[in-house]
């Protein structure tokens, strides 16, 4: 698996953690888990929960971009 797909796997698990359970709800165990990725992955791309949750809102708002587009 690539870097970019790891990061895209973190990423998409975090967005669906946080629009199903809430930001605070969310812990980083259960975002490793459905990644299916290892704690050491997640902290290479993102430093922190905060790093997390900032992350998968500039994507959002990138794909957003491209269909206002």
Do not use: C, W
Not at 32 to 53: D, I, M, Q, T, W
């Amino acid at each position: 698996m690539t870097a970019t797909e790891t990061r895209d796997k973190i990423l998409d698990a975090a967005a669906r953690l946080f629009h199903e359970q809430g930001y605070h709800a969310t812990g980083i165990s259960t975002i490793l888990r459905e990644a299916g990725v290892n704690a050491g992955s997640l902290y290479h791309f993102f430093p922190s929960k905060e790093a997390l949750l900032i992350g998968v809102l500039e994507r959002d708002i990138q794909e957003l971009d491209a269909r206002v587009a």
